[in-house]
Structure formats: structure tokens, C-alpha cells
């Protein structure tokens, strides 16, 4: 059986089997072959994140939004930590030369992406270097350019998760307040019909619909919206705990979700449904718009003391204080403690 680390071990093992060699000619590096035998598979994979380069990072386009939704940290000062601005053109081009062992990288996190007035140059940018550019974890896709739709399409964007609680402006604008339901459908078409003129399947598309008591039953409309306009959709459980499901039943029905809250996961779950954020600091870390390291998409509070940008991503991953945090997040996770911020909890720490 493999064997487990004590606290200490992994930096120590780490540190002593580095010796400085750059990050990317260590793949092939033999001295490293003894690695896995001390470590168990999870482990196994997460000490070879501290020596092979993540292929795909999570570089915050924007943290401006035009929106107020009701609990979302970007108006209620919760999102402080990362402060306000966009990623322009010259850190992006900077960042692609200095780190082109990156291949993907997701733009969407706090903020709305289409905000940056840089967009359409970074996507031709990385169209050039032959990076995949996504807005997985979404934008409200209320404003967005004819510039920029053309340039989704022209560039092979690869996904957009579009964030529309609800099927009419009415239920819509409670929680999106300041939204406008009746654009953001106007602009799915739009980009729907260039993607058709261009015989183009990106950027595609899928609608994200979080539950929430005021739009359950419009649940069955946005289904058939959504089976009109040709994209799929997925409902989400809210995470906010005091959502209490009034229709459960008929939820359950029509979006065949298992559990409607978090407490419903936990307990059905071997994995807490926030874990999945805690990888990232091992395999697409998040990186903040103006360069700062954050470890992962859910950090808003602490970032590691270095810039990307500045030092390039490869010294960034590789020093003292990130690699003490992976070592203190691996302890989290190994105790299944509830990590929703872990990367500032261990940012902090370090
Ligand atoms: S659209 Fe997203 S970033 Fe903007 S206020 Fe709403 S939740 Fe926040």
C-alpha cells in the first residue's frame, strides 16, 4: 500500500527533488519516477502538479458588472479582495508569451466577461496563439456587442454558460435585478444566427438556471425556450442554505435534479458539492485579472504574495507560499473539513 505523508513531507520531498530545474523540461525529468511510489494515486497527481505545468488556467476577464443580483458579492463589496477592473490586451499578449505551455483558459469567474472593452482583441489574440478561450461559469450576456458577437464566432470561442433565472423579464429581474430578460434572448438569437451563417458549432452555448422560490414554476417555459432556441439547459441547485423548495415534486420532475439544496448533496454525496473548487489550486489555478495568484475560482479574500504577470506562471506555482498552501489545502481535504474558501484560508496561512 502506499504510503501517506505527514505534515511537512510533501514540501520536503518536494523541495529536495526540484532542484531548480524549469518547470517545463521536467516532464520527461526520470529523477521524479520515485514520486509516485510514495504516494498514494490522489496524492501521486498532486505532487506532479508542482512539476507539470497546468495546460489550462482561470484568467478573470472582469470584475465589473452592470447587474445587482441580490447575492452576489461584485455590489455588495464581498468581491473587495480582487478589486475592480479588467485584464486588458498587453498582460493577456504577455502572459500568452510567458506561459505557452497554457493551452485553455476560462475567462468568466466575478464580473461580467463582456465588460472588458479588450474581449474582441484578446480573443483574436488567442485564436493567433491557438489558445481555447471558455465563459463556463457564465455572464449574464445582457450587453454584449456586435463586435464582440462576431468575434465569438470568428475565433472559435468555445463556451459561454449563460445565467437567466427564470423565463420572462418579471421573474427574471427579481434576482437579476437591473437585467433585461427580453435583450438577453435577442442576443442568444443573434449569436445563434452568425453561428449558422459561419457553419460554426462555437461558441456553444448552455443556459444555466439557478432555483430559487420565486422562479420554480417557470421551470417548464424556460424548457421549452430553451428546446426553441436549440441550447441545452441546466438547473442548479442554490446554494444559498436558506433556499427552502416549495414545489419539490414537480421540481424534481422536470429537471430531474437528485437534491435541490446543498445539505440535500452532503448528505447524499460522499464528496461536499464545494470540493470540486479545492482542485483548482492544483490544476486550473485562478489567476486574478491584474495578474495576482489565487488558487482557486472561489478565493476573493487573500491572494499569494506574486504576480503572474510579473514572474510568469511557472515561478508563480512553484513558490514558497503556494506550494505551502497546496501541502495545507491537501490537509483539508484529507480531513473532509468544508473548504469553500480554502485557497484564502491557506493563503492566508502561509
Ligand atoms: S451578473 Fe454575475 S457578477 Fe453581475 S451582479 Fe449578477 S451575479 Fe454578480
Redesign the pocket.
Known sequence: MAQMFKTGEFADLFSAERGGTDAADCSSDSKYDAAPALLSKEESKIYYTHIHLPSMVRLEACTL?Q???AG?G??KGGNDGLGRGYLTIENFTRFCDMNPFVRRIELSN???IFLNPDLVKIMHHAKKKGILLSAHN?S?FNTVSDEQMLALVETGFRSISL?IDGASQQTYSKY?IGGDFDRVIENIRKLLALKKEAGSEYPELSWQFILMEHNELDIGKAKELAAELGIPIRFKYNWDPSYKPIHREYIMRETGLGELTVAESRANHKFDPYEFFCYQIFFTPQINWDGRLLGCSRNRYATFDVNVFEVGLAKALRSPGYIAAKECLLRCIRTKRSTETASASAARSV
Open positions: 458588472c447587474l445587482r443580483c452576489c461584485v455590489q466575478y464580473g461580467e457564465g449574464n445565467s437579476r
